[in-house]
């Protein structure tokens, strides 16, 4: 590649990895996970209140044709979760906790292959590291219609969701492009995440509000390895707000901005120092179930999920991102939890971004378009597999690549 279009950090940024939510349910360790029930110790522990979750992630990634070159490359992510009800263990009603250890290594497919400004593996990382990932507490009133959490938290948890997305391993279908690549080392997101407040009401059964203030720099971004919790003045905060109406099918719409500005990416003062702007944006998700399939469970069917962001184009290189895709469940007769997807995905290059590129002799595209087609079953109730294919149609919005056509594999194993 003669230019890489965005830093590989700002392009780590653009992973994203939706945490596990706080299990509610009793979990079939025995069944369901490969190590069992350890004797029934795990059992004892869920009901005591705690619970243990744990994931491995394998994922093999071949860049065919296009991009920066060819070649086959493999990484890994392990999560290992503990939730703890604050009931069962200390009689404090409403109240959950949760500690997320995660752990990456492996090679760099999109960096060091494919090549485009949106991430084709959300499993990526610009440098392998174990971390503390979350950690944070959460105290439920007014019957759990309002909660308050705070702690490491992972915005994406709860914010910018929509579950048939999740399915895609393409980074943009976590979180949008418009956002990840904000601020000077992304939102608190994979793989690096910041302390903030989170408060979120549930006005009725179908309808929420949310909102959080977390640290402006998540991590280090000088220090990629590890957990880094450093509240500098300058940091200053992201503030993310969201509603959403959940029906069987939801809607959402979320507003974002820093606390701090940013340089303008070609404007300047009287003094010739870049002028000093704000950091903002705004988006819009939502997803539907557009048939059920008849005598099954509600999850066997086709679903659909559309989403458009905008940023500030001023200070960010993308200044809107969107995606959309169909994902059905329980196609192939007997098999109903395999889900196949289809989706696509683009983002576009702000102006001052490509004014800035001309002017430093590396100029870039309009936009990077990406279609990912993949399917996801489970071999056993342990073990998921899932092959993966992308087209990525102007890779990294740079001229000099050719388009970029991946094949992939990921294997799940719940321990």
Known sequence: MKSLTRPLLILACGVSLPALAFAEDAVDYKNATLTGDWGGARDRLAEAGVGIEAAYKFDVMGNAAGGIKEGVSALDNLDVIFNFNGEKLLGSHGTTALVHLLNNNGGKPDAHLAGSA??????????????????????????????????????????????????FLHSTYGIGTEISQSGQNGPSIFPFTSPGIRVKMQPTKNSYVQAVMLDGVPGDPGHLRGTHIALHSGDGALVVAEAGYTSGSKVAVGAWYYTEKFPDQIDVDSFGNPVQKRSDGTYLIGDTKLYREQGSDASQGLAAFARIGFAEGDVNPCDYAWSAGLVYTGLIPDRDEGQLGLGINGAHNSGKFRQATIAGGTPVDNAETAIELTYSDTITPWLAVQPDIQYIMNPGTDPALDNALVFGARFTLTF
């Open 118 to 167: 949106q991430g084709i593996d959300n499993i990526e990382v610009p440098e392998a590291a174990a971390k503390l990932y979350q950690a944070w507490i959460q105290q439920n009133f007014l019957e759990d219609k309002f909660s308050v959490l705070a702690g490491l938290y992972d915005l994406n948890s709860e914010f910018y969701v929509n579950e048939p997305s999740g399915i």
